[in-house]
């Protein structure tokens, strides 16, 4: 896959994430995509799996930004890594909002076909997470 598609399907990606917009989420994802979040024992499918995710990131985090830094492409596949901001203003994990800012990294391997992610696997920083919305000590 040439290098400026990739980063064109990211994007739109990034796009997708930071909107929630369904109808990308069709377009970016494809229907037999499969998703593995540590938020979830089983794989998530399609864009309906990864709206489920989204709508628990945005329930705890209703600003909740992605930053794209950079990726590293071989072939199909993306190493990605993100930087997550927002602000706990919703129940996360069953930790009440603490109205704390919260800034942590991620990184996620994608997996394209067809002008589309077709999986994932995401590794968040949810310690960061649990530690900068006071649920974990810093110590």
Not at 16 to 27: H, P, Q, S, V
Not at 46 to 74: A, I, K, Q
Request: glycine letters at 10%; zero cysteines; a negative charge.
């Amino acid at each position: 896959m040439a290098p400026q598609f990739t980063e064109a399907v990211m994007n739109r990606f990034v796009e997708f994430i930071n909107t929630g917009d369904e109808k990308l989420a069709r377009e970016v994802i494809s229907p037999d995509a499969v998703f593995h979040a540590p938020s979830h024992p089983e794989p998530l499918q399609g864009p309906e799996g990864y709206m489920e995710v989204l709508g628990m990131m945005r329930s705890g985090f209703p600003d909740v930004e992605w930053t794209l830094e950079e990726t590293v492409t071989e072939g199909n596949t993306v190493a990605a890594r993100f930087t997550m901001r927002g602000t706990h203003d919703g129940e996360f994990f069953g930790i009440p909002a603490s109205g704390n800012k919260i800034s942590v990294q991620a990184m996620n391997f994608y997996y394209l076909a067809d002008g589309r992610i077709v999986g994932e696997r995401g590794q968040p920083d949810l310690l960061g997470v649990m530690q900068q919305i006071g649920a974990v000590p810093t110590r």
